[in-house]
């Protein structure tokens, strides 16, 4: 594998960030990849664990000479972000970001970029309940899809460049727009998430099982959850105040659905509960048959080497 | 270890009884262990694959002279087996089942039951997403909880021979009662597992997001709920009838607190998402503290060996 851009600077040193980097480092992608975390601490982390090639005390530093800046914040600090790295940015450089939302982001940063710095959002869908500089593993997109959203004026070099460095980091690419990104992951991920944390708050809350029966007898159902449920909260407390409407309207036809299935409980409808469950069953086939996910126990999750 | 119970019957061929015969058999706990199913298909591949001692075509061939006699059946097909069945039960043996609501399976099996045989019913915290006699494996049960629930006119003998076969096939080993059993499980098993049904029945009916994209880029939220979802349509529908009440207030609390959510997300309060969320967190933790699961990405399954 060949250099893609000379310098990559990752603004924000959690889990993608830092996986990003060792799988930058695995196929040799960048001559060089700068950091900069907000927090002296994670800096210092960084810098012990070896994790950038060098490691900045400010945005601008990092991005100072940039052929790609990464933007790996929280999508609420994106804005902010850029506003401050904007003055320092190499003309002609390519801004992108790894926020689970776009059309926010695309709002919060787009304005901030100075004419002839080009602008391609992106999001990979990959990730653990982990987060910090610690967190990252080089195989942490193998396989998995990275989601690119060009601007409609944007520069289509760019956009295909961005997408050589994500398959060399193992990932498959595929472009859609924004505001169809936002609903697609209104449905795969963010809907979803907020279930788990509300079941998770349920169960806490229920004063006549403690906390300890909760925990002991989690069965697998309750466990799945718990994992989804422990995801950054800053992270996703941003997700939800940016991609608001789409999640709402989501949330609405799960509450409906589940009114439903309600009700044939409560009315002993058994082959309706039957139907159902034998559709969901099939949808999951598909998903193994897509080869997004697998079979095996670890559900094709990668392990971090040691 | 030595032999608990001289002869085993395993009635219905399923995850759980295949995996309570390759667990018996790698601590030796019974001298023979005969099964029975009621598809001929069934009882043809579980003889190929050398699945239990003897196979075979009736239930009352397989209970004759059986020590313990274990209802491996759905919820709901408990009390016409346990009908078919009592004639043949030796004196003595003991009854116990492994369905996953425990004041049903009582109320149906109880009355068929001869005076002078034991009724231990029993709940296996552990299972997969698979099903069907070649779906099991000796290592299902190691280090999750078997929960008894004696019945309150019971020979503790009886329980406490039970207790050992678990502890022998790997599990830890708790006491609760029917009801408070029913109300524990639905808050960690059934409603997760309904909640999860219902979201991937909702992206299925989105009709501008496609089966396909669904399928494709389903994040790490969704994937969990699709294997949940992916569960023995006959075994859950079963759970729902007859855990109905515990069942549908756990819903109506999660709706409930979903709705605050909601709210949140709405009206922008970010504050509220981030404690929620932060709180959750810590629950998660607790799950891992208290053995129940690991921090590693197979979330500690156990890998059936090829």
Chains 1, 2 share one sequence.
């Not at 990092?62 to 804005?79: E, F, Q, R, T, Y």
């Not at 069965?219 to 991609?243: E, K, Q």
């Not at 034998?278 to 997004?292: C, D, N, S, V, Y």
């Amino acid at each position: 594998m060949s250099v893609i851009y000379n310098r990559v600077a990752l603004i924000g040193l959690g889990l993608i960030a830092s996986s990003m980097f060792w799988a930058i480092k695995r196929a040799g992608l960048a001559a060089e990849v700068t950091g900069y975390a907000r927090s002296p601490e994670t800096r210092d982390t960084a810098r012990r664990i070896g994790l950038c090639d060098r490691v900045c005390d400010s945005a601008a530093d990092a991005v100072d000479g940039a052929d790609l800046v990464v933007l790996c914040v929280p999508v609420g600090a994106m804005g902010a972000v850029a506003q401050d790295i904007a003055p320092a940015l190499k003309p002609g450089c390519t801004v992108t970001d790894v926020g689970s939302v776009k059309r926010a982001v695309i709002d919060a940063v787009g304005p901030h970029l100075p004419q002839g710095v080009h602008f391609v959002p992106a999001h990979p869908l990959a990730g653990t309940e982990h987060s910090g500089p610690e967190s990252g593993f080089a195989t942490l997109f193998d396989n998995r899809w990275c989601l690119l959203v060009p601007m409609p004026d944007g520069d289509p070099a760019a956009t295909d460049r961005l997408r050589h460095l994500w398959e060399g980091m193992g990932a498959n690419v595929d472009e859609m727009d924004a505001d169809h990104h936002d609903l697609v992951l209104a449905v795969t991920s963010h809907a979803p998430h907020l279930i788990a944390y509300t079941m998770v708050g349920v169960a806490d809350d229920l004063g006549r099982v403690t906390d300890n029966e909760v925990i002991k007898y989690s069965a697998s159902g309750f466990r799945d959850f718990t994992r989804i449920a422990a995801s950054d909260p800053t992270m996703w407390r941003d997700v939800f105040l940016t991609n608001k409407d789409a999640t709402l309207e989501i949330l609405g036809r799960f509450t409906e659905e589940l009114f439903t299935l309600q009700r044939a409980i409560r009315t002993g409808d058994g082959d309706m509960l039957h139907a159902y469950f034998t559709r969901t069953r099939a949808i999951r086939r598909g998903i193994l048959e897509a080869g997004q996910d697998t079979s095996a126990p670890d559900f094709g999750r990668v392990v971090k080497p040691d």
